[in-house]
């Protein structure tokens, strides 16, 4: 099987291959888009800013090469949230793949929220073998609302959007990479779809 890890300068992208290498599997970066279209997985992770991340994504045509691809894509973190149509983070528009627009939390709470969550209302073949309120971990400011694409919710300040998935998409608030052996459950699963 081959898996490639999308290389545009925005992703926690060495923990990612780690945990696919202890899965079993080994995983290529690539920012080309000839091995991007060939992936059987793809995996679009994302940390930092919304909007740096999508000019990356522009300069190099990465991002209308992600939205054309037919197999599954696993969007994490940031990379979920420019699956998106757009975010408050650096008025982004993002790559319209989900329907939703993702917003900050309040100054009410803490931001970002770090540490361990729970994630509820699981609703997809990506949480096989994981139970309703297993921890996964998360570092974030900015949430997708809950929408017809939510697969899983997760709390802090209201109920989220911890996991979306349209067709063959699929993303994660959550870093799976970090999150123990729910994590390594779910990215099992991903690979295995």
């Excluded at 990479?177 to 991903?190: R, Y």
Aim: glycine share 8%.
């Amino acid at each position: 099987m081959k898996i490639v890890i999308i290389n545009y300068g925005a992703g926690n992208i060495q923990s990612i291959k780690f945990a696919i290498q202890r899965l079993g599997y080994e995983a290529i970066l690539s920012d080309d888009a000839e091995e991007i279209r060939a992936a059987d997985k793809v995996i679009f992770p994302g940390v930092g800013e919304a909007s740096s991340a999508m000019n990356k994504l522009k300069t190099s045509g990465l991002n209308k090469i992600i939205s054309e691809l037919k197999q599954p894509v696993l969007g994490i973190c940031l990379g979920m949230q420019l699956m998106c149509n757009s975010s408050e983070e650096g008025s982004t528009q993002g790559l319209g793949i989900f329907d939703i627009d993702v917003i900050k939390f309040s100054k009410k709470v803490k931001v970002p929220q770090i540490g361990w969550n729970q994630i509820s209302n699981l609703k997809s073949d990506l949480f096989q073998g994981v139970a309703e309120k297993d921890h996964i971990y998360l570092v974030h400011s900015f949430y997708a609302p809950l929408c017809a694409d939510t697969i899983a919710e997760s709390f802090y300040e209201l109920n989220y959007s911890a996991a979306l998935q349209k067709d063959n998409f699929y993303g994660t608030q959550f870093h799976p990479e970090k999150s123990s052996e729910v994590g390594e459950q779910i990215l099992k699963n991903f690979l295995e779809l």
